[in-house]
């Protein structure tokens, strides 16, 4: 068991700069996800602490160790790959032990490391099938059975469920919790995908160009992002967001919707009126009849899910998506108005930071 | 509906059958001569002059048995497979571990390497037969095996074959298996090479067709008819045997076969191998 302390991190690629100066400390057992847009650096950051790149700057700790320069195949850690990197010559059993293989280790030895891992992940079967006779789910555990053998500190996964299809993510996101739960190794993992870092980590950390933008457990980066970039990357459906002006006073924050005025809860008082944005989410945004409400708008689209309905609402001010009772039935085209869970608002500087509540 | 499906199905064919019809007669026109041979092998002396027929009427084996009892078929069988089998296992290891080695493995003068294998390419190796054979003759390898063998092991495109495939492998492959504690030569025997075990037998079988069959270069360097290669022994059988038809043209068969045989047995592999090699020719 152990930590990954990341202390002033960077990578450059010749004048590129992929990681910025990054300090992140997952804690021993933690699962840490790295959450964020194609291109934020969150593989390449991972692909440091493996030891597959090199850092330009910055040190690496494993434990009490300093592995910055240290080889990848004795930091302690194990890799779950994108596309499971099965080789197709050897079967599920050779490929489990392929570690304890080159380094020598008895037949007998590797026999039994395979059956127990296999019991593992419910894979005892097919330790004599080739990675082509499997389907994508045992696939990615064979990759996890690989990861496990070596009995790592450090678990790291790089968008291990990316090429499962949907249903098969849900079941292997459960599989994956249960291992953490079972094994309590530090896991980091890397996704695009903010359902699996919410459902999955304890620890979030969202990326946006090479540096953190925001740290934290899942429901506080949902309930108080850092930023614009956080609130709108984290969520699902995304945040709304609308254009506005505030204010302070001394009742609260001034906010001038269009045509609109409503009353929000104090934050750092504004020397001057300025533009700002206000995001809502969906589930805080509330339909009201026509004329009702702080915002008018006509109904664009319903998508009734079953369990919920999402309305997109056609405003002056873009599209506002929200989340309404699934018995309510609508009709596009119609008129309607819309009201905020003023608690619920969030108010974003014209440089994007958050202001918070005071 | 049926009709409008039918016209064109019947014309499409009708195309195809006036194909197969021009592909056959193209091939009669190419196999004749080897059936040829084959029959006329099958005749007696008297006979290869007089017996017209597609079929000879007293088919015999008494050419083969000839040239096997009154030549030295055998031997020159042996060196054969010997230089054969030398030169494509050679260049096959050799080739992979170039491959490898261009594609996988940071050196210094890499990409010098690379260009001069690229630029060998580019020179037919009939235009450097005069250097080979001064070279050999110096070094005393004249008449000898591997004075057969080595000017045969320059084949630059095995290792483009290599270097393109090594190239191809998803970077996962490799940092999976350095995570796991792999060395190069672990990394090359262990993932690489059994990763392209067909793309191995393809490039073994196709050069080992091209070293059997190769005339040229064992000519030159095997003047000592205990050492003369198949190919070239045979051309010998003609001054052995005066203008006993027969007797050559079952010499000619006899050398033939075991490239015949090989490319009939793996005749998918070798047409992924001249595939591979033509995709660089370009």
């Given at each position: 068991?152990?930590?990954?302390?990341?202390?002033?991190?960077?990578?450059?690629?010749g004048?590129?700069?992929?990681?910025?100066?990054?300090?992140?400390?997952?804690?021993?057992?933690?699962?840490?996800?790295?959450?964020?847009?194609?291109?934020?650096?969150?593989?390449?950051?991972?692909?440091?602490?493996?030891?597959?790149?090199?850092?330009?700057?910055?040190?690496?700790?494993?434990?009490d160790?300093?592995?910055?320069?240290?080889?990848?195949?004795?930091?302690?850690?194990?890799?779950?790959?994108?596309n499971?990197?099965?080789?197709?010559?050897?079967?599920?059993?050779?490929?489990?032990?392929?570690?304890?293989?080159?380094?020598?280790?008895?037949?007998?030895?590797?026999?039994?490391?395979?059956?127990?891992?296999?019991?593992?992940?419910?894979?005892?079967?097919?330790?004599?099938?080739?990675?082509?006779?499997?389907?994508?789910?045992?696939?990615?555990?064979?990759?996890?059975?690989?990861?496990?053998?070596?009995?790592?500190?450090v678990?790291?996964?790089?968008?291990?469920?990316?090429?499962?299809?949907?249903?098969?993510?849900?079941?292997?996101?459960?599989?994956?919790?249960?291992?953490?739960?079972?094994?309590?190794?530090?896991?980091?993992?890397?996704?695009?995908?903010?359902?699996?870092?919410?459902?999955?980590?304890?620890?979030?950390?969202?990326l946006?160009?090479?540096?953190?933008?925001?740290?934290g457990?899942?429901?506080?980066?949902?309930?108080?992002?850092?930023?614009?970039?956080?609130?709108?990357?984290?969520?699902?459906?995304?945040?709304?967001?609308?254009?506005?002006?505030?204010?302070?006073?001394a009742?609260?924050?001034?906010?001038?919707?269009?045509?609109?005025?409503?009353?929000?809860?104090?934050?750092?008082?504004?020397?001057?009126?300025?533009?700002?944005?206000?995001?809502?989410?969906?589930?805080?945004?509330?339909?009201?009849?026509?004329?009702?409400?702080?915002?008018?708008?006509?109904?664009?689209?319903?998508?009734?899910?079953?369990?919920?309905?999402?309305?997109?609402?056609d405003?002056?001010?873009?599209?506002?998506?929200?989340?309404?009772?699934?018995?309510?039935?609508?009709?596009?085209?119609?008129?309607?108005?819309?009201?905020?869970?003023?608690?619920?608002?969030h108010?974003?500087?014209?440089?994007?930071?958050t202001?918070p509540?005071? | 509906?049926?009709?409008?499906?039918?016209?064109p199905?019947?014309?499409?064919?009708?195309?195809?059958?006036?194909?197969?019809?021009?592909t056959?007669?193209?091939?009669?026109?190419?196999?004749?001569?080897?059936?040829?041979?084959?029959?006329?092998?099958?005749?007696?002396?008297?006979?290869?002059?007089?017996?017209?027929?597609?079929?000879?009427?007293?088919?015999?084996?008494?050419?083969?048995?000839?040239?096997?009892?009154?030549?030295?078929?055998?031997?020159?069988?042996?060196?054969?497979?010997?230089?054969?089998?030398?030169?494509?296992?050679?260049?096959?290891?050799?080739?992979?571990?170039?491959?490898?080695?261009?594609?996988?493995?940071?050196?210094?003068?890499?990409?010098?390497?690379?260009?001069?294998?690229?630029?060998?390419?580019?020179?037919?190796?009939?235009?450097?037969?005069?250097?080979?054979?001064?070279?050999?003759?110096?070094?005393?390898?004249?008449?000898?095996?591997?004075g057969?063998?080595?000017?045969?092991?320059?084949?630059?495109?095995?290792?483009?074959?290599?270097?393109?495939?090594?190239d191809?492998?998803?970077?996962?492959?490799?940092?999976?298996?350095?995570?796991?504690?792999?060395?190069?030569?672990?990394?090359?025997?262990?993932?690489?090479?059994?990763?392209?075990?067909?793309?191995?037998?393809?490039?073994?079988?196709?050069?080992?067709?091209?070293?059997?069959?190769?005339?040229?270069?064992?000519?030159?360097?095997?003047q000592?008819?205990?050492?003369?290669?198949?190919?070239?022994?045979?051309?010998a059988?003609?001054?052995?045997?005066?203008?006993?038809?027969?007797?050559?043209?079952?010499?000619?068969?006899?050398?033939?076969?075991?490239?015949a045989?090989?490319?009939?047995?793996?005749?998918?592999?070798?047409?992924?191998?001249?595939?591979?090699?033509?995709?660089?020719?370009?």
């Amino acid at each position: 068991m152990a930590s990954v302390e990341l202390t002033g991190l960077a990578k450059r690629f010749g004048a590129v700069e992929v990681i910025r100066g990054l300090d992140l400390s997952v804690a021993d057992g933690s699962f840490c996800a790295l959450l964020g847009p194609s291109g934020c650096g969150k593989s390449t950051m991972l692909r440091m602490v493996a030891g597959l790149e090199s850092v330009s700057e910055g040190q690496i700790r494993i434990g009490d160790r300093d592995v910055t320069h240290v080889e990848p195949a004795k930091r302690g850690v194990a890799m779950v790959f994108q596309n499971y990197a099965l080789y197709p010559h050897l079967t599920v059993a050779q490929n489990i032990t392929f570690s304890m293989s080159l380094a020598g280790e008895p037949k007998a030895k590797q026999a039994e490391a395979a059956t127990r891992v296999a019991k593992m992940l419910q894979l005892e079967p097919l330790l004599a099938r080739r990675p082509a006779e499997l389907s994508g789910g045992q696939r990615q555990r064979v990759a996890i059975g690989r990861a496990l053998v070596r009995n790592p500190q450090v678990f790291l996964f790089d968008e291990p469920l990316s090429n499962l299809d949907a249903l098969l993510r849900g079941q292997m996101r459960l599989e994956l919790a249960r291992l953490h739960a079972d094994l309590g190794r530090t896991m980091v993992y890397v996704t695009h995908d903010q359902v699996e870092a919410m459902t999955l980590a304890d620890k979030i950390v969202v990326l946006d160009k090479g540096k953190i933008s925001q740290a934290g457990a899942p429901l506080d980066l949902y309930n108080a992002p850092a930023n614009r970039f956080v609130a709108g990357f984290i969520g699902s459906p995304a945040m709304n967001f609308l254009p506005a002006r505030a204010n302070s006073d001394a009742n609260g924050l001034q906010v001038t919707l269009g045509a609109a005025t409503m009353t929000l809860p104090a934050r750092a008082t504004l020397a001057a009126e300025r533009p700002v944005e206000l995001g809502v989410r969906p589930e805080d945004v509330h339909l009201q009849n026509a004329g009702d409400g702080t915002l008018q708008g006509r109904v664009a689209v319903v998508e009734a899910l079953g369990n919920t309905t999402f309305v997109h609402v056609d405003t002056e001010f873009g599209q506002v998506n929200v989340e309404s009772d699934p018995a309510l039935r609508l009709e596009a085209g119609a008129n309607v108005g819309l009201s905020f869970e003023k608690n619920k608002v969030h108010v974003f500087d014209a440089d994007g930071t958050t202001l918070p509540k005071l | 509906m049926n009709n409008t499906h039918a016209t064109p199905a019947r014309r499409f064919d009708l195309g195809a059958t006036l194909l197969t019809l021009l592909t056959i007669i193209a091939a009669v026109i190419w196999f004749f001569p080897v059936y040829w041979g084959i029959v006329t092998s099958l005749r007696y002396d008297d006979q290869t002059v007089k017996d017209f027929a597609l079929i000879p009427m007293e088919p015999t084996l008494k050419n083969y048995i000839f040239d096997i009892q009154n030549s030295n078929l055998p031997i020159w069988y042996l060196n054969s497979t010997i230089v054969s089998v030398g030169v494509t296992f050679l260049v096959v290891f050799m080739g992979a571990c170039t491959g490898f080695a261009i594609s996988q493995l940071n050196f210094p003068g890499r990409k010098a390497l690379w260009w001069m294998i690229l630029a060998s390419f580019m020179v037919p190796v009939s235009a450097l037969i005069v250097n080979h054979f001064i070279i050999i003759a110096d070094i005393k390898l004249l008449n000898t095996h591997l004075g057969i063998i080595l000017p045969m092991l320059i084949a630059p495109v095995t290792v483009i074959v290599y270097k393109q495939f090594f190239d191809g492998l998803p970077k996962e492959f490799r940092e999976a298996a350095v995570m796991d504690g792999s060395t190069e030569f672990q990394l090359f025997f262990r993932v690489f090479l059994p990763m392209n075990w067909g793309v191995t037998t393809a490039l073994a079988i196709i050069t080992f067709i091209g070293a059997w069959n190769s005339f040229l270069w064992p000519f030159l360097a095997a003047q000592d008819e205990m050492m003369m290669t198949v190919t070239v022994g045979i051309t010998a059988v003609q001054d052995t045997f005066g203008v006993a038809y027969g007797r050559v043209l079952a010499g000619a068969v006899l050398a033939g076969l075991p490239v015949a045989t090989a490319y009939l047995l793996f005749q998918r592999r070798v047409t992924q191998a001249i595939t591979l090699s033509a995709g660089i020719k370009g």
